[in-house]
């Protein structure tokens, strides 16, 4: 295994522990791993970024500290991107169709999705216009999985 691979384990490690948060010292960290603090700062900057999830502080000077945040985990990130791709649209049975890949991948609880294939049944919406039903259904589709995901 590479040392960035070793370091990122061990941050992601502090993050479990943290409950979603790790405060380091790069030095203290460059010691234990015994690289440079330049290693650490690439590690920190490729691998802890807003895009995979995380947001950094960092405190310069004697008493310095880096803290990284977790603000998504994996399972939260993949339930906004599959909310983040459904159309304008949404038909019964594709909703259906979605809720079952999604408990299935243990995204969402059994529960999580009977919650919403109700939600985004027919029977449901019967008071909508049938011409305005899938729109309206990918719209609350849209929003319970960015509810459960946050």
């Known amino acids: 295994m590479k040392m960035s691979d070793l370091i990122a384990e061990f941050i992601g490690e502090m993050l479990s522990d ?52 977790r603000l998504m985990n994996d399972k939260q990130r993949t339930l906004v991107e599959a909310a983040r791709g459904l159309g304008g649209r949404l038909s019964q049975n594709d909703a259906a169709r979605m809720t079952r890949a999604l408990v299935s991948a243990e995204l969402l609880s059994p529960t999580e999705g009977q919650l919403l294939l109700s939600a985004c049944s027919d029977g449901a919406l019967a008071e909508v216009d049938k011409a305005d039903r899938d729109r309206l259904r990918a719209s609350i589709f849209r929003c319970a999985i960015l509810g459960i995901a946050t």
């Open 18 to 69: 943290g409950g979603g948060v790790a405060e380091l010292q790069r030095k203290s960290l460059a010691d234990r791993f015994d690289c440079v603090p330049s290693q650490i700062n690439y590690v920190i900057e490729t691998r802890f970024t807003p895009e995979h999830g995380y947001l950094v502080e960092s405190q310069r000077g004697g008493g310095g500290y880096i803290r990284i945040i």
